[in-house]
């Protein structure tokens, strides 16, 4: 059946037509019917919502325009570490010509025997590298595979919010209901906020299970608060995961960025929770190298299968000399996490990290603003209402207020943020009010950010 907008389009061509008179006009109405229909029947699925750009493309493009300092993005803007990309040069160039063509479809066997080891030294469980270990283009696919291998129509999910945002819509193309939980602030300290002071409501929490639910996703440390999550709050959830069945996709991409005294715990080290957790990594996030777009996820065979399934299915195989130069990385790594810890990298990058992470707060917090100082991660979220007298919001038409703060702040001030309602869905309100800045920048750039809001505040 035709839609009504279809309708009247067809009338007022044909009408046009007919005015315009002859068999060419008739033809011309015929050709314009043809490509309504068209339109009508090649819409973008309605499991896609209505294609909107997400906040990543709306940015790049406020940027551009703008030319504002960016501290939007997450990613590094200063080399990785040297062998990793003299890895990837001596792959390019090797005699080995295997390595130029396809590799197995479900992970490279050097990069798999690698993350086996790793993880097995990690979880302190043998892993087998040919089914336990599951390579993908980045975690992103990690993510996909996880969720359309899991969930059916009307299978809940349970997300927590802030949340990464491809979470919701790839739950909701696969047909499944996601269900919202958010971290809240119970109390405000004091001094300092951090990450630690948002947590999970028990009884919230523990009222979202039933026997729909199919699956829960973790994110710690999370993005973008930097909440690394405690065991007892891991153990929370691993009761709940256990009482009603379901599995736990645990998204630890910043596994290795966690801030004394802090310490990251692997939701499959838990007590019965390695039979039902997918953990999800990124070597984009682990080597600083995130346009190397390649991710793993590790877990018991019989939940990975069908992630393989789904995989094999969508990209079949990821890049050969990319997954070797990583495996190269990792074995270097692991030998020296093994015999020269003071100089592994998977360490020491929280050394490099500690001081730009507590230089932004301190300049945000000079500002005037009220920094979430973040136990994980490389973002801080800062509350800028505190200035917000300072910002004329209403030049901006955005419907949320840290929409109309982040394009204002890079139009009239020259920084550019990532406005925090974009990681959630059902709580937004909880967000408004802050922004998202990124510290894994050169320090020249901090300081460049830490002068434009001085300059700010004096104005």
Same mark, same amino acid.
């Given at each position: 059946?035709?839609?009504?907008?279809?309708?009247?389009? &067809?009338?007022?061509?044909?009408?046009?037509?007919?005015?315009?008179?002859?068999?060419?006009?008739?033809?011309?109405?015929?050709? =314009?019917? =043809?490509?309504?229909?068209?339109?009508?029947?090649?819409?973008?699925?309605?499991?896609?919502?209505?294609?909107?750009?997400?906040?990543?493309?709306?940015?790049?493009?406020?940027?551009?325009?703008?030319?504002?300092?960016?501290?939007?993005?997450?990613?590094?803007?200063?080399?990785?570490?040297?062998?990793?990309?003299?890895?990837?040069?001596?792959?390019?160039?090797?005699?080995?010509?295997?390595?130029?063509?396809?590799?197995?479809?479900?992970?490279?066997?050097?990069?798999?025997?690698?993350?086996?080891?790793?993880?097995?030294?990690?979880?302190?469980?043998?892993?087998?590298?040919?089914?336990?270990?599951? &390579?993908?283009?980045?975690?992103?696919?990690?993510?996909?595979?996880?969720?359309?291998?899991?969930?059916?129509?009307?299978?809940?999910?349970?997300?927590?919010?802030?949340?990464?945002?491809?979470?919701?819509?790839?739950?909701?193309?696969?047909?499944?209901?996601?269900?919202?939980?958010?971290?809240?602030?119970?109390?405000?300290?004091?001094?300092?906020?951090?990450?630690?002071?948002?947590?999970?409501?028990?009884?919230?929490?523990?009222?979202?299970?039933?026997?729909?639910?199919?699956?829960?996703?973790?994110?710690?440390?999370?993005?973008?608060?930097?909440?690394?999550?405690?065991?007892?709050?891991?153990?929370?959830?691993?009761?709940?995961?256990?009482?009603?069945?379901?599995?736990?996709?645990?998204?630890?991409?910043?596994?290795?960025?966690?801030?004394?005294?802090?310490?990251? &715990?692997?939701?499959?080290?838990?007590?019965?929770?390695?039979?039902?957790?997918?953990?999800?990594?990124?070597?984009?996030?682990?080597?600083?190298?995130?346009?190397?777009?390649?991710?793993?996820?590790?877990?018991?065979?019989?939940?990975?299968?069908?992630?393989?399934?789904?995989?094999?299915?969508?990209?079949? +195989?990821?890049?050969?000399?990319?997954?070797?130069?990583?495996?190269?990385?990792?074995?270097?790594? &692991?030998?020296?996490?093994?015999?020269?810890?003071?100089?592994?990298?998977?360490?020491?990058?929280?050394?490099?990290?500690?001081?730009?992470?507590?230089?932004?707060?301190?300049?945000?917090?000079?500002?005037?603003?009220?920094?979430?100082?973040?136990?994980?991660?490389?973002?801080?979220?800062?509350?800028?209402?505190?200035?917000?007298?300072?910002?004329?919001?209403?030049?901006?038409?955005?419907?949320?207020?840290?929409?109309?703060?982040?394009?204002?702040?890079?139009?009239? +001030?020259?920084?550019?943020?990532?406005?925090?309602?974009?990681?959630?869905?059902?709580?937004?309100?909880?967000?408004?009010?802050?922004?998202?800045?990124?510290?894994?920048?050169?320090?020249?750039?901090?300081?460049?950010?830490?002068?434009?809001?001085?300059?700010?505040?004096?104005?």
């Amino acid at each position: 059946m035709l839609s009504t907008r279809l309708i009247s389009s &067809i009338l007022k061509l044909t009408s046009a037509a007919i005015r315009r008179g002859g068999k060419r006009a008739m033809s011309d109405a015929c050709a =314009a019917e =043809a490509a309504c229909a068209m339109e009508e029947k090649f819409q973008l699925p309605k499991r896609y919502g209505k294609g909107e750009k997400s906040v990543w493309v709306e940015f790049i493009e406020v940027a551009a325009k703008t030319k504002a300092l960016n501290l939007g993005q997450g990613f590094p803007d200063y080399p990785p570490p040297k062998y990793v990309t003299e890895a990837l040069q001596s792959v390019a160039c090797s005699d080995n010509h295997l390595l130029n063509q396809y590799t197995r479809g479900y992970g490279h066997p050097r990069l798999v025997n690698a993350l086996a080891k790793l993880y097995s030294k990690l979880l302190n469980r043998e892993l087998d590298p040919l089914t336990n270990v599951l &390579i993908t283009i980045g975690a992103y696919e990690a993510l996909f595979t996880a969720i359309n291998g899991h969930v059916s129509k009307g299978d809940e999910v349970i997300i927590i919010e802030p949340f990464f945002d491809c979470y919701e819509p790839m739950v909701r193309a696969a047909g499944g209901i996601p269900r919202f939980i958010p971290l809240r602030m119970l109390s405000e300290p004091e001094g300092m906020i951090t990450s630690s002071d948002f947590c999970l409501d028990p009884d919230e929490l523990e009222g979202l299970f039933n026997d729909k639910t199919k699956l829960i996703i973790v994110n710690t440390p999370n993005n973008p608060f930097g909440k690394v999550f405690s065991y007892e709050e891991l153990e929370m959830i691993a009761n709940l995961c256990k009482k009603w069945n379901v599995i736990c996709i645990s998204d630890e991409v910043y596994e290795w960025m966690v801030y004394k005294p802090k310490c990251h &715990i692997r939701m499959a080290t838990l007590p019965d929770m390695w039979e039902r957790t997918i953990t999800i990594g990124s070597a984009g996030k682990t080597f600083s190298v995130t346009g190397w777009k390649t991710g793993w996820a590790y877990g018991p065979s019989n939940i990975l299968e069908n992630m393989r399934v789904v995989h094999q299915n969508v990209v079949y +195989v990821h890049s050969t000399p990319i997954q070797e130069a990583i495996a190269l990385g990792f074995e270097k790594e &692991i030998d020296r996490m093994d015999n020269d810890p003071e100089n592994c990298f998977f360490y020491t990058i929280v050394d490099e990290l500690t001081p730009k992470r507590d230089f932004m707060c301190k300049f945000l917090a000079e500002s005037g603003m009220k920094p979430v100082c973040p136990e994980g991660g490389y973002f801080i979220l800062a509350d800028w209402s505190p200035i917000e007298s300072q910002m004329d919001l209403s030049t901006e038409k955005d419907k949320f207020k840290d929409y109309r703060m982040a394009k204002w702040m890079a139009k009239n +001030v020259g920084l550019l943020g990532i406005p925090p309602t974009a990681f959630y869905s059902a709580h937004k309100e909880l967000a408004e009010k802050y922004i998202r800045y990124c510290f894994i920048k050169e320090d020249k750039k901090l300081k460049q950010a830490a002068e434009i809001l001085k300059k700010m505040k004096q104005s």
